[in-house]
């Protein structure tokens, strides 16, 4: 089956900084990569996701890069701010099941 | 709009005993997944439902078990409690079928198993 690696499982930074949160999967198969943010006591919510026909996908501060053939992606939060502390999956999708990454808690300082 | 709403959002139980949670998805959804949420495991796929049809499974053991109503709302059923069942139980629900695609979560049941 799908495998997720997630890399760093935590990431502090001070306000206004830039934080990248790397993934890599197994599946070549694996045509979907959603990311989601989750915050203490709620479920996670989709923040940004992108399909293997695309190699970037941006929103506002938030951008997603995807490397096919390396089987990585990546998540790049700019001008970071204290909100956007909380703990990040990423995930990769392959014959209809999602596999979760371990997740990346990030602390932004005031 | 209302989101996805779980219920109960806590519970707690003893080893051997059952368990039903219960899952409304958000208006229009028919994509019903679960996760199961550890420390140790963090998510994990169970099983998705699309109408009232289960369309994909996990690895998890057959005492994990779900259904769907013709409302689209979904209950899984967990028998025969082990402690380490204990973990934060996850629904989502999509418009789309299968893939995981654009999944909307609830808050989860927390579950303990003493």
């Known amino acids: 089956g799908e495998n997720v690696e997630q890399h760093p499982s935590t990431l502090s930074v001070q306000e206004g900084d830039s934080a990248v949160i790397k993934c890599t999967y197994s599946d070549s198969a694996s045509n979907y990569f959603p990311w989601y943010k989750q915050e203490l006591g709620k479920g996670p919510q989709l923040i940004i996701d992108?399909?293997?026909?695309?190699g970037e996908k941006k929103d506002q501060r938030i951008a997603v890069t995807l490397n096919k053939t390396a089987k990585h992606f990546s998540l790049h939060i700019t001008e970071t701010q204290p909100e956007d502390s909380a703990v990040y999956f990423c995930?990769?999708?392959?014959?209809?099941?999602?596999?979760f990454g371990q997740g990346t808690i990030l602390t932004v300082h005031p | 709009k209302a989101g996805v709403t779980q219920t109960p959002r806590y519970l707690i139980k003893t080893r051997g005993q059952q368990v039903t949670l219960s899952c409304s998805p958000i208006s229009g959804h028919r994509s019903v997944s679960w996760y199961q949420q550890t420390p140790g495991q963090g998510l994990q796929f169970l099983f998705e439902y699309f109408s009232e049809t289960q369309r994909n499974k996990g690895n998890f053991p057959g005492r994990f078990s779900g259904r769907q109503f013709s409302n689209s709302r979904s209950e899984m059923n967990v028998s025969t409690l082990e402690l380490g069942d204990s973990a934060l139980y996850l629904c989502?629900?999509?418009?789309?079928?299968?893939?995981?695609?654009?999944?909307?979560f609830g808050s989860g049941t927390q579950l303990s198993v003493l």
């Open positions: 989502a629900s999509s418009l789309v079928a299968g893939g995981g695609e654009k999944l909307f």
């Open positions: 995930a990769a999708s392959s014959y209809g099941k999602l596999t």
């Open positions: 992108i399909r293997s026909n695309v």
